[in-house]
C-alpha cells in the first residue's frame, strides 16, 4: 500500500467508523454466534500475495463485524465502560500513524514529555495532592500503564522492593529470600480479579479480607489482619484499595485504611480504576478522602473517560521507589540529563518498549476541555438515577445496594433463581448485555451505563427489554403482589402475556 | 467532536500522516531540542472548554512534531526496527475505531477468534512445530502479548508454576515458598535488559553465563551452570535463549540449549524478538534449528514484520502451563464452553484487559501477503549488505562481528575512544541516528536497517554522513594508512578536510 492507496484507505475506514457510530442503535448489542464460527471459516493459511485493501476491508465488514459485542452501544451495560471517543480515535491515530518508540528521552522526546504535560493536567483535575505530580518539587509523579491489572502488580513489586531495602538497612544480614516469603498484600473480598493476580504474578500471599456489609473493607478489619498475621512472622507490605469495587462499586475508605498503612509502613495503593474518574467532579472527591495517605493511585483512563484502552493512569508518591524496582541498565539505553525534572519512564514500568500513549488522552483533554470531561460523568449518573425511577417503578424489582455512580444493581424479589433466569434470557435475546456479581449473599444483575451516546431514551429502551423479559418470568401485578412463573410453564407465560 | 466532525478530523488526520511519509527525508531524524523543552512550555492545566481539532492539529504539527525522534525515516539505524506501516495503521484505526475489548470470547468474539487465526497464520510462515499451534490437536497455541519483555515474564512465571507443581506432586509436604527462593532462571550475557529484567520483576535469580566469542550461549555453558547450582541445592528452572541478541544480532544455538533443558526438565523459552521474523524465509530458518525443544517462542512482529507495537507473538506449548499459572476466576467472567478450541485469553497473560490486536497483524498480513513480508525482510537483509561493502571499502574501518540480518556492527580501527566520539559527532549532527554496544570489549557502532521505505540511495546518504564525520577524526589515507586526530585539533581537522 503505498500513500496514494492509503489516503484513499484511511478515509474509507474513516467513513466507516462513522458510518458504524451513526447506525449503532440498529445492532443488537451481542452477536448471534457460536465460538468457533470465524476459527472454522478461516483460511488455513494467510494469502500468498496481498490483497486489495477493498476486499480486506469488504472482509472486515463481513467477517469481523458479525462477530462483535458493541462496547459502544447505548444498550452495552455490562462490566465497567470501555472508554472510545473520536478525539481519541484521532490520538490513537496520530500515535500509530508516526509509529515512534519512548522508552528513553532521546527516542522520541515529545513521547516522554507529553506524557508528564497530561498526567500532570489530569492530576490536577482530579484533584490529587500535589506530591503525587510531577510538576510538584518531591520525587512523584504520574505515568501511563497498560491497565489496572498493570499497575497494581508495579505496586506490589514496588512495595516489596521498597520493604526488603528497608528491611536489610535495620539488619544487613537478614536473609533477602526468606524475608520475602513472609510479606504478605491485603484488599477486599470485593477485588477485581486482577488484584488477586497481581498477588499469583507478584509471589506475594494476598489475604481477601471481609468487606463489611456495605462492600467496603474497613480500618478495623485491616488492623487486625495485620496483627494476626504479624502475630504469625509475617509481614505485612501492600494493601490494595478498591475505590469502586467491581461488583457494587464500593469504596474501601482511605481515610480508614491509610493511617493503619502509616503505622505499619505498608505501602497503600488506590484502584481506582472505574469511580476515581468522578473525581474531575468536585462533588464525587469525597471517595478518595483520604488519598494523600496513599502511596500510589490507578485510575483507567481507558475505562470512563473517554480514552480508548490502553491508557491506565497511575501517580506514586515516590518514583524513586519504581526507579529502585526496575533498573536495568544498559550501554544503548542513556538515562536523560537535564534541569528540568523528565523521567526515564522505562524504570516506572514492567516492559521497555513504550507507545506514545499520551497523544490520546492529550487529544481527549483538548477536543473536551475539563468541562466536556465532567458533563460525560454528571450525564451517565444521572442517566442510572433514571434507570433507578424505572426500576423502582416496578415492584417486583429491589434496587439494591443503593446505586452509585453509572452503576445500578438490582434483582427480582422473587428469588436468586428467578434473576438468573432474567439474566440468562436477556443475554439470548442479544439486545441487552448485562452481567451479574453477588450482594449480601443475593444474585444481582449490574446495569452500567457505558456508552457515550446513551440517551434517556436509550435507558427506556433497555429497561423496556428487561420488563419484557420479566414478564415471562413474573406476572406484572397490579395490585403490588408479583406472582413467579415457572420458566417452562408456558401456558402461564402467555396468559400473562395477554393480562398485559 | 460529531461523527460530522470526525469525517473531517479523521481524514485531514491520514493526509497529514501520508504528507509524513511522502516528505520524511526532509527531516533530520534527530530533534534539535533540550529535555524539557515541552515541558517548560506547556499550559500548566489543561484546558476547560474544548479546543476546535484543527488548532489541536496544529498544535501537534508545531510542538510535538519537532520533538520525535523519527523511527521511520530512512537515515534511523539504532536499536532495532519499531513496525509500522499504511496497512498496519489502518488495522490500528479499525481496533481504536471500534473500541472493543476480548478478555472473553463474548466480550467480542471475533477479537478471540481473529487472534487464534493469525497467529495460526503467522507461526505457519515462520515454519514453528505445528505443537505451537492452536490448529494442532494438542494443548498449544499463540497468543499476542505487549512486548517481548512481558513474554518472557509470562514464560518464567509459567515456568515458576509448572516446576513447583512438579516439585509438590513428588513431595506433597515440600514448604513451596523455600522451594521457589531456589529457582534460578538462565540466558546469556548479551541478552536484552527486558530480560535480565524479567528475573527482578518475577523474583527470580538470573545468571547471565559468559557467551562464546561469538556472543552465543553454549550447550556447554549451560549444563555447567546447572551442575554448579545443583551442586549448591539450588533448582534450574528457566532458561531463556536469544536468538537474535540486542547487541551484535547472535543466536544461541538451540540444538545445543534444548537437550540440556530437556534433560533437567527446564522450560526453555526462546526470544527471537528481531531476528526470528527471518524465519519467514526459508533460507533463514536455520536459526531457530532445535525450536522443536522450546517450550515458548516469542517474536515482536512489532519490530521487523511491519506491524506497529504493540504486537508479540507469543506461541507455547502447553497453554495449561500459562492457564495453571494465571487463572483467576470471577462471576462476572464466564469462560467459553465450546467444540472448537477457543482460548480463553486472558488466562494466557497478565492483565485483564484485552485490545483486538490481532486486527493489525490480519491487515498487514493480508495486504502484504506473506510474500510481500519475505521481499521486505530479503529487502533489508541485502541493503545491510550493500552496506557492508561501503564500509569495507573504506580501510579507517573495520566490520565486526560477521554482519546478520539488518545489523552492521562497525568500529574504526584506531580505537574505541574515537570510535565513541564519531557516534557522539553523528548524534550531535541529527542526521543519522544508530547507538552502541560492546564487542568483545571493543566499542563498536550499531548500523540496522529499520525503515520500510529505505533505499540503496538511502544507504549512501547515511554512510555520505558518517564518512564525512570520520573525516574531521581521522585522515582518508591513500596509501593505506589511517592517521588519527585529537577531536579538538581543528588546525589539523581543517587540512585533512582541505586534503580531501
Known amino acids: 500500500m503505498d500513500s496514494k492507496q492509503f489516503r484513499e484507505c484511511g478515509k474509507a475506514v474513516i467513513d466507516m467508523l462513522a458510518d458504524y457510530y451513526d447506525n449503532i442503535r440498529n445492532r443488537n448489542v451481542l452477536p448471534s454466534l457460536d465460538p468457533g464460527y470465524l476459527i472454522k471459516s478461516a483460511p488455513e493459511n494467510a494469502p500468498e500475495q496481498?490483497?486489495?485493501?477493498?476486499?480486506?476491508?469488504?472482509?472486515?465488514?463481513?467477517?469481523?463485524?458479525?462477530?462483535?459485542?458493541?462496547?459502544?452501544?447505548?444498550?452495552?451495560?455490562?462490566y465497567y465502560p470501555t472508554g472510545g471517543s473520536y478525539a481519541s480515535t484521532v490520538g490513537s491515530l496520530l500515535c500509530d500513524g508516526i509509529?515512534?518508540?519512548?522508552?528513553?528521552?532521546?527516542?522520541?522526546?515529545?513521547?516522554?514529555?507529553?506524557?508528564?504535560?497530561?498526567?500532570?493536567?489530569?492530576?490536577?483535575?482530579?484533584?490529587?495532592?500535589?506530591?503525587?505530580?510531577?510538576?510538584?518539587?518531591?520525587?512523584?509523579?504520574?505515568?501511563?500503564?497498560?491497565?489496572?491489572?498493570?499497575?497494581?502488580?508495579v505496586g506490589l513489586l514496588a512495595a516489596k522492593d521498597k520493604m526488603i531495602r528497608r528491611l536489610l538497612e535495620n539488619d544487613p544480614d537478614a536473609d533477602e529470600d526468606l524475608l520475602k516469603t513472609k510479606f504478605v498484600a491485603y484488599t477486599s473480598d470485593q477485588c477485581n480479579s486482577s488484584v488477586e493476580k497481581a498477588g499469583v504474578l507478584g509471589s506475594m500471599k494476598m489475604r481477601l479480607l471481609k468487606s463489611d456489609s456495605n462492600c467496603k473493607l474497613r480500618g478495623e478489619t485491616l488492623k487486625k489482619a495485620f496483627e494476626e498475621d504479624k502475630a504469625q512472622g509475617l509481614i505485612p507490605c501492600y494493601v490494595i484499595a478498591n475505590v469502586g469495587t467491581t461488583g457494587t462499586c464500593a469504596y474501601d475508605p482511605l481515610y480508614e485504611l491509610g493511617p493503619v498503612c502509616k503505622e505499619e509502613n505498608v505501602w497503600l495503593h488506590v484502584d481506582a480504576a472505574y469511580a476515581g474518574a468522578a473525581c474531575v467532579c468536585l462533588e464525587y472527591r469525597h471517595i478518595i478522602k483520604g488519598v494523600e495517605f496513599a502511596d500510589s493511585f490507578d485510575v483507567n483512563v481507558h475505562k470512563w473517560l473517554l480514552v480508548n484502552f490502553d491508557c491506565s493512569a497511575m501517580w506514586v508518591k515516590d518514583s524513586y521507589d519504581l526507579i529502585n524496582a526496575f533498573d536495568v541498565q544498559r550501554i544503548y539505553l542513556d538515562d536523560v540529563k537535564s534541569e528540568v525534572r523528565v523521567p526515564d519512564y522505562r524504570h516506572w514500568q514492567m516492559p521497555l518498549g513504550r507507545r506514545f500513549r499520551s497523544l490520546k488522552l492529550w487529544t481527549v483533554l483538548k477536543m473536551y476541555g475539563a468541562e466536556g470531561l465532567r458533563s460525560h460523568i454528571r450525564n451517565h449518573i444521572s442517566l442510572a438515577q433514571h434507570f433507578v425511577k424505572l426500576v423502582r417503578a416496578d415492584e417486583r424489582f429491589v434496587v439494591e445496594p443503593e446505586p452509585t455512580m453509572g452503576l445500578v444493581c438490582f434483582r427480582l424479589k422473587n428469588g436468586d433463581k428467578l434473576t438468573k433466569q432474567l439474566l440468562?434470557?436477556?443475554?439470548?435475546?442479544?439486545?441487552?448485555?448485562?452481567?451479574?456479581?453477588?450482594?449480601?449473599?443475593?444474585?444481582?444483575?449490574?446495569f452500567v451505563i457505558c456508552s457515550r451516546f446513551t440517551t434517556k431514551e436509550d435507558i427506556e429502551v433497555s429497561w423496556n427489554i428487561i420488563a419484557r423479559e420479566a414478564n415471562r418470568l413474573v406476572c406484572p401485578s397490579v395490585i403490588g403482589k408479583s406472582q413467579s412463573i415457572s420458566t417452562i410453564d408456558f401456558e402461564t407465560v402467555s396468559i400473562c402475556e395477554k393480562s398485559k
Not at 425 to 446: G, P, Q
Request: proline share 6%; glycine share 8%.
Open 50 to 78: 496481498p490483497e486489495e485493501w477493498e476486499n480486506v476491508l469488504k472482509d472486515f465488514s463481513e467477517t469481523v463485524m458479525p462477530g462483535l459485542t458493541h462496547w459502544q452501544s447505548p444498550q452495552f451495560h455490562a
Open 99 to 153: 509509529a515512534v518508540m519512548g522508552f528513553t528521552w532521546i527516542a522520541s522526546p515529545a513521547c516522554t514529555e507529553l506524557e508528564v504535560i497530561t498526567m500532570n493536567w489530569l492530576g490536577k483535575l482530579l484533584g490529587l495532592p500535589e506530591e503525587f505530580l510531577n510538576c510538584s518539587a518531591g520525587p512523584g509523579g504520574g505515568i501511563i500503564q497498560g491497565s489496572a491489572s498493570e499497575a497494581t502488580l
Open 424 to 446: 440468562e434470557n436477556l443475554t439470548a435475546a442479544k439486545e441487552v448485555f448485562m452481567v451479574a456479581c453477588t450482594y449480601r449473599s443475593r444474585y444481582v444483575i449490574r
